[in-house]
């Protein structure tokens, strides 16, 4: 989804940071053998998360939501040397590809998988978090903020991707739309909370920065 002309956004595009070799190998992989691939982040999001967190620093980032590695890969490349992530995903099918290009990256011993229900998991983390990336279930978006708003650091952030849904946020909602009815919800919850103040941006399908205060 792209929401500047085509043009504009192929110009923006070779006008940011490449993606490193792993992440293209990642890539051909996933689409090769792995369903769904326009799920991966992709290079210009992937720069886009690697720089906000080389610039947050963050010691414990958790991410809910795997796929095959490739944003996990990116937040790592900012995190502090003796870091973790800690990475969510209900899938138990990918976790050897994932562990594979995590074992391939620098940053292998500090990747933390967890498989199973995000619900369930989160409570049972027992950390503060700098940096924490939503990027599952969207009819979960509200409840998997609620169980990490507590759990974060004064000053920490939390990236929500595909928080505009492919523009559905301003298109009459179906009855049976639930994830288009918690988007509309979720993005109003993270304008108003008082725990935090945010700014959507409009990268690729959306992308909401907020910073707990």
Not at 135 to 162: C, H, Q, R, W
Request: hydrophobic share 40%; charged share 25%; with cysteine.
């Amino acid at each position: 989804m792209h929401f500047i002309p085509e043009a504009l956004d192929t110009y923006v595009v070779h006008h940011t940071e490449k993606e490193p070799e792993l992440l293209q190998k990642l890539t051909r992989e996933t689409y090769q053998k792995i369903l769904q691939p326009r799920m991966l982040s992709g290079p210009y999001q992937g720069r886009v998360l690697s720089i906000l967190s080389k610039l947050i620093n963050p010691k414990n980032i958790l991410e809910i939501g795997t796929y095959t590695g490739y944003s996990a890969l990116c937040l790592a490349e900012g995190m502090q040397k003796d870091g973790v992530l800690h990475t969510i995903d209900i899938n138990e099918e990918l976790e050897d590809f994932q562990r594979k290009y995590f074992d391939l990256s620098p940053y292998g011993t500090q990747i933390h998988q967890h498989i199973g229900d995000a619900k369930a998991i989160i409570p049972n983390l027992d950390l503060k978090f700098d940096l924490v990336f939503i990027d599952a279930d969207k009819p979960n978006y509200t409840t998997y903020f609620e169980l990490i708003i507590d759990k974060m650091n004064p000053g920490g952030v939390i990236l929500s991707d595909n928080v505009l849904w492919s523009g559905k946020v301003l298109k009459d909602v179906a009855e049976d739309d639930l994830s288009t009815k918690v988007l509309l919800e979720y993005n109003r919850l993270l304008v108003e909370d008082t725990r935090v103040e945010t700014v959507l941006l409009p990268i690729r399908d959306g992308l909401t920065i907020s910073r707990v205060l």
